[in-house]
């Protein structure tokens, strides 16, 4: 059973600040990585996808994966309270394995 | 381009009823997923579809669970009869390109059984 681990939180950011997403996954033969932002009653949103290890940037938004350490995270430069959702990492194996989610982590940007 | 549509967009059935969500994917996409999501969840795989075929459909709870993608664009998903316990949030979403490429969500159908 493959498993994705994220801390439920709430975490809690000030406005401007950098906010700092983690998760972890079992699988080591992951070679897919995905964040989707989902606000209250509206369904996930792609934020980013990585693939290598490394860092990966888009806008405010810098994904980190490594693979030895099984482990992928988000960050979110300049945060802002729009940012304020519930944050999914998924990870998707080789071969036919679908998308594995994680129980999401709640962010709080505080003003 | 338009996105992942779903209908209902909610609804609410009393235990041991039928219900059937209905999902359309985004153009070109062949690879449909059905999610449950519950409530402080990430969302679940029901079952995923290639084209026509489902792929995987091992968290499919298939005594009351059906799915279907005739000619490989739409689906429905149907629970026959409902249990209090299905209520969630049902997620559909395609992909262009199967596994590893992104997933697009539709608005999901929350289902209330009563």
Redesign the interface.
Known sequence: QKE?EQN?GPLSVPEGAIASLNCTYSDRGS??F?WYRQYSG?????IM?I?SNGDKEDGRFTAQLNKASQYVSLLIRDSQPSDSATY?C?V??G??????????THLIIQP | EAGVVQSPRYKIIEKKQPVAFWCNPISGHNTL?WYLQNL??????LI?YENEEA??DSQLPKDRFSAERLKGVDSTLKIQPAELGDSAVY?CASSLAG??????????TRLTVT
């Open positions: 994705v439920s070679q897919s995905f509206k369904s996930p949103e792609l996808f693939y999914l998924a998707s194996g071969g036919a394995d679908g998308l594995t989610f994680g129980k999401g | 997923y402080g969840q990430g969302p679940e795989l995923r792929v995987d997620l596994v590893g490429s992104p997933l697009h969500f539709g608005n999901g």
